[in-house]
């Protein structure tokens, strides 16, 4: 059970088109979601918190109006990179976990592969 | 932001030996996770210890927690070369969000 379903995997854009990636919970309500980002070779990168129905939290430095994210569904989270440049070729993870307390895991979906050409 | 610190960065072992990765934090936290990484592929959960718990077993895996010195420490018996992955400690910094830690990429050779 808790699996997180992430869609493209992999995505090759040119540079100044958006492209949206999705996040689902497939056999659970997740009312917050997590975005991450991923650069080759180092950690994970908290870019900002979705939260179902209402605005996303973003955290310091990551551009809100650049990275749009929608929660429109207990089990969907969308996460559009717009006007996308080569430095945001990167990978993106989104994460969710079965229920609100923080003692339990989060579960990841398996993270897309963006290129900007 | 980055909470945890591993070390160390790369670890490579024979199978048959063990593996020990250390974390350290910053700030006072709920529970401490770790997470094993495979190469372009998601997150997969191994274990989480919290706050009151100094040490915790999963199979061959055995994590301590230090909060007197804000450190965790994750011990992989017997490894395999299938356990060849990078692996990060991460804690609950802050809300509901998991901060991550730089990582430990281990490689076991058989």
């Known amino acids: 059970g808790a699996v997180v379903s992430q869609h493209p995997s992999w995505v090759i854009c040119k540079s100044g088109t958006s492209v949206k990636i999705e996040c689902r919970s497939l056999?659970?309500?997740?009312?917050?979601m997590f975005w991450y980002r991923q650069f080759p070779k180092q950690s994970l990168m908290l870019m900002a918190t979705?939260?179902?129905?209402?605005?996303?939290?973003?955290e310091q430095g990551v551009e809100k109006d650049k990275f749009l994210i929608n929660h429109a569904s207990l089990t969907l989270s969308t996460l559009t990179v717009t006007s996308a440049h080569p430095e945001d070729s990167s990978f993106y993870i989104c994460?969710?976990?079965?229920?609100?307390?923080?003692?339990?895991?989060?579960?990841f979906g398996n993270g897309t592969r963006l290129t900007v050409t | 932001s980055q909470q945890g610190e591993e070390d160390p960065q790369a670890l490579s072992i024979q199978e048959g030996e063990n593996a020990t990765m250390n974390c350290s934090y910053k700030?006072?936290?709920?529970?401490l996770q770790w997470y094993r990484q495979n190469s372009g592929r998601g997150l997969v959960h191994l274990i989480l210890?919290?706050?009151?718990?100094r040490e915790k077993h999963s199979g061959r895996l055995r994590v301590t927690l230090d909060t007197s010195k804000k450190s965790s420490s994750l011990l992989i018996t017997a490894s395999r070369a299938a356990d060849t992955a990078s692996y990060f400690c991460?804690?609950?910094?802050?809300?509901?969000?998991?901060?991550f830690g730089k990582g430990t990429t281990l490689s076991v050779s058989s």
């Open positions: 056999d659970f309500q997740a009312t917050t």
């Open positions: 994460s969710a976990r079965p229920g609100p307390s923080r003692n339990s895991p989060l579960h």
């Open positions: 991460a804690t609950d910094e802050a809300g509901t969000a998991l901060i």
């Open positions: 700030t006072s936290i709920n529970n």
């Open positions: 979705s939260n179902e129905g209402s605005k996303a939290t973003y």
């Open positions: 210890i919290r706050s009151n718990e």
